[in-house]
């Protein structure tokens, strides 16, 4: 994980985050020190997250169980930890807003995301693999790195999603990710998942899952999270596909939805069955997170869709998705003056409908883009969905009057900027301090006069224009600091890689190994290093040239990065000098390092117009249990050794200890 690169992303402030009782809980929990009861406290603050855990303690995997009534209930069925996951990941979910990231598809994104969680909640329930219950928080936020580059890179991303293809590829993706901002959406999600506390099976399963979308072939099993959640991926994109879905991405969706169907041992019927059980749980969990959801959707037209699909491939028919036009009506005046209120949008509330008619009128003549509620709860819904520049609402209301509707909204981040005009049909002095004690901007008495309530409103465009200019100026500060970011973050790197190989350079490995030196005195674990020479390189240089010499140096790195393990690093010293540092690795396991780095690079032969041949090199192997007392004194050791093999005849590698021994003897 680039975990520097993640904490940059964190300071632009614009990463997705839980909010509200989310944030609550994060900072409850942020060390082992709290108690379900403290959590249980902060979860009932909301009702809503409270009944979405109750729903999921009593799901289908714990029938026949007595339903848990209250939250100390589903903590002790599910336990504290998983309740509190699915405490953050469902405030994640509440506190989403749609973002600006051209391309991006919000409502899409949410509903593909509960798709995939609920297919591998069921899943994990059918294949007894895990808890269901961490399978559906990894597969909600199993693409939240996608979310977050969006959010912080939003022309920059909005630029990439342009390039469908690239899109479709995913290791093309990952790597224009990388390139453009040094860190991939598979990396964000899982430093993010890391950052909320969330258990570190769940930050390598998500980090897995978006970093190969390969399936378990025929034979295999299905036996990781990673595997669970790319298998509910493909279901969810069967839940959410549409008609811009190409024929070849329908084949796609089927091949994975048959080597599930496999992998599960059921036929046709059955696994139709299975799949509408994912599409039920998928459309009952989009109506409590008010996620849109295809309402009738059943799989058999899926399998339909799938097998004319095939068949239009196999015809060799192509198709293209298809384009969406909208076009934007401009409405203006006579004389081709903009209306005044022409690119706001203003939200009525008002229970009574016919109030409501004639208000929606006026604002419609003014040009606002008008947004409707009856009555208060409705009102406040739509405002925390369609965020209005102005929110005009009626003070009497029987569900949830204006004034509780404004204390409900002043009590959110977006609620708070607003203007609030409330419609009342009183001037009453204490009833005005009322309201605007409560958060009012400005009332109008009942019935209203047209031109005194545009004058009203006014001042609330006033604010509204005054608000997107400190957005737009603070957008362009995040983006200037993003870019800043970016722009250290490629310095950075350039400063500690060689140039010719784009390895890491001797600046880098001095670093690394001086710090991996100071963990191993505090730990004891061993750390070995492999000192590498190229033999007779010089005469390369002098016979063939230098641009020759530096195809070998290009081909030795090349080989080694190939031949070494994932945890090793291998850099370039200088020159045709290298070193391998192997941490947890003492010298006889070493040498097996360093005798595959060495047979491969006998085999390989380097290929160059008048120069075709392999190129071997020359080893030498120091483990810091040789008892040295420095970095320096360990790298000497190395050093000496390389003499030593190539004092012995070259392509081959010797031990520092063989040194110490001859010394000893001597």
């Known amino acids: 994980m680039n975990l520097k690169t993640f904490e940059e992303l964190k300071l632009s402030g614009n990463l997705p985050s839980p909010a509200g009782v989310g944030m609550k809980i994060l900072q409850l929990t942020r060390t082992e020190e709290y108690s379900a009861e403290e ?49 953050l990941a469902f405030s994640l979910v509440s506190e989403r807003s749609a973002g600006t990231c051209k391309g991006f598809e919000y409502d899409r994104y949410w509903s593909k995301s509960l798709a995939r969680a609920v297919s591998a909640q069921v899943m994990t329930r059918v294949l007894g693999v895990g808890k269901p219950e961490e399978a559906y928080i990894c597969g909600l936020l199993g693409e939240v790195g996608r979310l977050a580059l969006a959010s912080v890179y939003t022309e920059k991303y909005a630029v990439i999603l342009t390039d469908v293809e690239l899109c479709q590829n995913l290791p093309e993706l990952l790597a224009r990710e990388d390139a453009e901002f040094n860190i991939t959406h598979a990396q964000v999600a899982a430093c993010m998942l890391a950052d909320w506390g969330l258990p570190e099976a769940f930050a390598e399963a998500v980090e897995s899952f978006c970093g190969s979308k390969e399936l378990a072939q025929a034979g295999d099993e299905i036996n990781s999270r990673a595997m669970v959640l790319r298998f509910a991926d493909v279901v969810g994109r069967a839940c959410v596909a549409d008609r811009t879905v190409r024929n070849m991405e329908w084949v796609e969706i089927g091949d994975g939805l048959e080597l599930l169907r496999n992998h599960l ?33 059943k799989f058999s037209s899926i ?12 015809r060799g028919e192509d198709d293209t998705p298809e384009a969406v036009a909208v076009v934007a009506k401009a409405t203006a005046a006579p004389g081709g003056e903009s209306k005044p209120g022409e690119g706001f949008k203003v939200l009525a509330v008002d229970d009574d409908p016919v109030s409501l008619k004639l208000l929606c009128k006026h604002l419609s003549n003014e040009g606002y883009e008008v947004v409707t509620a009856r009555g208060g709860k409705e009102g406040l819904k739509q405002a925390l969905s369609e965020t209005p520049d102005i929110l ?21 981040d977006a609620g708070r900027h607003m203007y609030f005009l409330l419609l009342t049909g009183t001037e009453s002095e204490e009833l005005v301090v009322e309201a605007f004690t409560a958060g009012a901007d400005d009332f109008i008495t009942k019935p209203f006069i047209p031109r005194l309530l545009s004058a009203r409103i006014k001042g609330g465009i006033r604010l509204a224009r005054l608000q997107r200019k400190i957005e737009s100026d603070k957008q362009t500060m995040m983006k200037q600091v993003a870019e800043l970011g970016v722009l250290t973050r490629k310095l950075r790197a350039a400063s500690l890689t060689d140039a010719l190989t784009e390895l890491p350079n001797r600046r880098y490995c001095m670093k690394r190994i001086e710090s991996e030196w100071a963990s191993i005195r505090r730990t004891g674990r061993p750390l070995s290093v492999v000192m590498i020479d190229i033999d007779n390189f010089k005469c390369v240089n002098d016979e063939h040239g230098h641009d020759v010499g530096d195809i070998v140096l290009k081909e030795t790195a090349r080989i080694m990065q190939a031949s070494i393990r994932a945890s090793d690093e291998v ?8 070193l391998i540092i192997c941490k947890n690795t003492d010298e006889s396991e070493c040498q097996v390092v360093a005798e595959r780095v060495r047979a491969a690079m006998e085999a390989n032969v380097v290929m160059h117009p008048g120069f075709e041949r392999s190129v071997t090199v020359s080893l030498g192997i120091a483990s810091s249990h040789g008892g040295y007392e420095s970095v320096d004194a360990l790298l000497k050791a190395a050093d000496e050794a390389v003499y030593l093999a190539k004092d012995s005849g070259r392509n081959q590698f010797r031990l520092a200890s063989e040194l110490v021994a001859k010394k000893t003897s001597a």
């Open 392 to 412: 005009i609402a009626d003070w009497e209301m029987p569900d949830m009057d204006g004034i509780e509707l404004c204390m409900a909204l002043r009590r959110t």
């Open 39 to 87: 959590m249980g406290e902060a979860i009932m603050a909301d009702s809503s997250l409270t009944g979405r855990i109750l729903k999921l303690a009593n799901s289908a995997s714990n029938s026949g169980a007595e339903p848990a009534t209250t939250v100390s209930g589903a903590i002790m069925r599910l336990g504290g930890r998983t309740v509190r996951d699915l405490a």
């Open 571 to 578: 850099c370039r010293l200088d020159g045709e000098e290298f």
């Open 303 to 314: 399998f339909t869709r799938i097998t004319q699909a095939r068949g239009a491939v196999e």
């Open 265 to 297: 041992g059921l036929d046709q019927e059955a696994f139709t069955r299975f799949c509408d059980t994912c599409v039920a749980e998928w459309q009952a969990w989009g109506e409590s997170l008010d996620v849109a959801t295809h309402t009738e959707l």
